[in-house]
């Protein structure tokens, strides 16, 4: 592993309140040398997340240092919450996002994409084993608009494209299988925004999303922890800006939904909030069911010409 780089990831997590507690060397899909630092919360030791990058990352270009800081920044924060590795989908879903192989690697099946493998498991606070191992594949358009194929600057876009393709429907929840492809390409992306864009919600859309995340991620996995309403992730994910997340936020803690943590871009949920189990519940299995392949029963009986 590159001592230098090492050095570099130390000084920028230190200047954003964390620690590489761990490192050591990794390999690329395709081949190749990468480095894997574990960095935790300088005040709680045991908030941890994994951060790959390739042995020869350039970390002295600018646009390249500017983008690990904003990630490392983010993560800080990301990691105060109780799960720091889940999210919640627009329909409902508790999700978590692990094992993903970093960085881009390219396909070997002789298609001109980039793809990174990793996993997503439903938490709902069962022993749930449904999982879906999926594999983005960022097609050479869309490579352009990424300063590198690296996992500071691509992170929240997939867990973003992977939970808008959950929405969709085009990814299943098993207990067993092969990776299944979530295509990332630019319809995503606004060329004249400069932004990407995955979907297009309203006030009362944000406000039950946001509840939802406080339901799952603070009231089921967190025992009331506060998790962080203003997650950049999520607003890119609703295509809504930080203030209008505010916005949700500030109706949920006045109907007693949410409460204050010490910290205006945190909240837990309230026992008002628990109240309403029932309908995260219900939602929850109506997603999960519509995700089901669904098998036409006439072509089951045979009464199709074939």
Same mark, same amino acid.
């Given at each position: 592993?590159?001592?230098?780089?090492?050095?570099?990831?130390?000084?920028?997590?230190?200047?954003?309140?964390?620690?590489?507690?761990?490192?050591?060397?990794?390999?690329?899909?395709?081949?190749?040398?990468?480095?894997?630092?574990?960095?935790?919360?300088?005040?709680?030791?045991?908030?941890?997340?994994?951060?790959?990058?390739?042995?020869?990352?350039?970390?002295?270009?600018?646009? &390249?240092?500017?983008?690990?800081?904003?990630? &490392?920044?983010?993560?800080?924060? %990301?990691?105060?919450?109780?799960?720091?590795?889940?999210?919640?989908?627009?329909?409902?879903?508790?999700?978590?996002?692990? %094992?993903?192989? =970093?960085?881009?690697?390219?396909?070997? +099946?002789? /298609?001109?994409?980039? $793809?990174?493998?990793?996993?997503?498991?439903?938490? @709902?606070? +069962?022993?749930?084993?449904?999982?879906?191992?999926?594999?983005?594949?960022?097609?050479?358009?869309?490579?352009?608009?990424?300063?590198?194929?690296?996992?500071?600057?691509?992170?929240?876009?997939?867990?973003?494209?992977?939970?808008?393709?959950?929405?969709?429907?085009?990814?299943?929840?098993?207990?067993?299988?092969?990776?299944?492809?979530?295509?990332?390409?630019? !319809?995503?992306?606004?060329?004249?925004?400069?932004?990407?864009?995955?979907?297009?919600?309203?006030?009362?859309?944000?406000?039950?999303?946001?509840?939802?995340? /406080?339901? =799952?991620?603070?009231?089921? $996995?967190?025992?009331?922890?506060?998790?962080?309403?203003?997650?950049? !992730? @999520?607003?890119?994910?609703?295509?809504?800006?930080?203030?209008? &997340?505010?916005?949700?936020?500030?109706?949920?803690?006045?109907?007693?939904?949410?409460?204050?943590?010490?910290? /205006?871009?945190?909240?837990?949920?309230?026992? !008002?909030?628990?109240?309403?189990?029932?309908?995260?519940?219900? &939602?929850?299995?109506?997603?999960?069911? +519509?995700?089901?392949? /669904?098998?036409?029963?006439?072509?089951?009986?045979?009464?199709?010409?074939?």
């Amino acid at each position: 592993m590159s001592e230098v780089l090492a050095v570099q990831v130390a000084a920028a997590a230190k200047a954003n309140g964390l620690v590489v507690v761990a490192s050591e060397a990794g390999e690329k899909y395709s081949g190749g040398a990468t480095a894997k630092f574990t960095i935790a919360l300088a005040a709680e030791p045991a908030k941890t997340e994994l951060l790959e990058l390739s042995e020869g990352f350039e970390f002295g270009r600018a646009d &390249l240092m500017d983008g690990v800081k904003l990630y &490392l920044a983010e993560s800080a924060k %990301r990691l105060r919450n109780p799960r720091p590795d889940c999210y919640v989908t627009l329909h409902g879903l508790p999700l978590s996002f692990g %094992r993903f192989g =970093w960085p881009f690697h390219e396909s070997t +099946s002789g /298609a001109d994409t980039s $793809l990174v493998h990793g996993e997503v498991r439903l938490q @709902d606070g +069962s022993e749930s084993v449904l999982h879906a191992k999926v594999a983005v594949s960022m097609t050479v358009t869309f490579r352009d608009v990424v300063p590198a194929p690296e996992q500071p600057f691509a992170e929240g876009f997939i867990y973003n494209a992977v939970r808008k393709t959950m929405d969709q429907g085009q990814l299943e929840l098993v207990k067993s299988g092969n990776r299944q492809p979530v295509p990332l390409t630019t !319809r995503y992306y606004s060329a004249r925004q400069k932004k990407f864009i995955f979907n297009d919600t309203t006030a009362g859309q944000r406000k039950a999303f946001l509840a939802a995340k /406080a339901y =799952w991620l603070s009231g089921v $996995l967190g025992a009331g922890a506060p998790v962080w309403m203003l997650d950049p !992730r @999520d607003a890119q994910y609703l295509d809504a800006s930080v203030d209008e &997340l505010r916005a949700a936020v500030r109706t949920l803690a006045e109907e007693g939904l949410i409460g204050p943590a010490g910290d /205006a871009e945190f909240a837990s949920a309230t026992p !008002r909030l628990m109240e309403h189990r029932h309908a995260h519940q219900a &939602l929850l299995a109506r997603t999960l069911e +519509s995700i089901k392949p /669904a098998f036409n029963e006439e072509m089951r009986a045979g009464m199709t010409n074939m």
